[in-house]
C-alpha cells in the first residue's frame, strides 16, 4: 500500500468513525425487536451457521445483531473500528454474555484472529468499508478453511433507503453513499478475487418495521416476498461465498491493491 492510499484509508476510516459515533445513533443499539430477530434468522439459515461454532461480527458496533447471535448458540466475537462504541458495546453486555471485542480495521486486523472462525459475518457492515477486495482477502485470512463468509447488506435498487437518507435523523449520503456498490457483479468480483467460492445471493423482506414488528407483519412479508415480479427490488440482500478448503493464503494490509 503506497502512502498515499495509506493516508485514503486512514481518512476514511476517521469519517466513518465519526459519522457512528455521532449522538449514539439509537437505530444501532441492540434490539429484540422482530424485525431485528428475522434479519437475524436469515442470515443465519443462509449461512448454515450452527450453534457452538465461532463466528466474528464484523462492524459489530454496540451489539445490535451480535446478542442475538449469542442467544442462538454462537461461539461469537465482534470487531469494529470504534472503540468508543465497543464500550457502549460492553454496557449494553453488562457481563451477560462476555461476549470478546477486537479494536481494528477488518482490512488489517489482529493477527492473532487469523484462521479462528469457522465464519465471518457482518450486518450493513460491506457498503461502509474502503476497499472491499482487500477486506474479502483479509476475511478469508481469518476464516478456517471450509468456513463461509456471509453478509447482509441493503439493495441499491430499492429507493426506501435514499429516502432514509434525507428524512432519518444521522443518517447521510456521504455516510451511507457505499450503497451503490452493493450491486451483486461488484461483490461477487471482490469476493471471486479473494478466492472465494460458490458465490450467492438472496433478497428478502419488504415492509418497515411498524409493519414487520406486528404479530401478523413477518407471515404477510413472507407473501409478498414470494412475488417474484419485484424480487430484484427487496431490500435486504445476503452475500455468501464459501473458504474453499485447504491452506489460506498469507496476507496483509500491504498486499492490499
Known sequence: MTKSERIELETHNRAQIE?????GKHAMQPSFAPYVQRQVDRLVRYGNLSPGERVLDVGCGMGRYTFALADRGLAVEGLDL???LLERF???DNGRYAIPLHCGDVLNPPPELNKRFDALIGFFTLHHLHDL???FQSMRALTRPGGRIVFLEPNPLNLLYYVQMLVVPGMSWKGDKGIV???????????????LESLS?????FFPPLVTNRSWGPRLETGFEGVHVWNRFLPFQLFRGDVPPGPVPTHSASDAP
Request: aromatic letters at 14%; a positive charge.
Open 19 to 23: 459519522y457512528f459515533e455521532r449522538a
Open 82 to 84: 470504534s472503540e468508543a
Open 90 to 92: 460492553r454496557a449494553f
Open 133 to 135: 477486495h482487500g477486506c
Open 181 to 195: 456498490n452493493m450491486r451483486p457483479p461488484n461483490v461477487f468480483r471482490a469476493m471471486e478475487g479473494a478466492g
Open 201 to 205: 445471493l438472496h433478497r428478502f423482506g
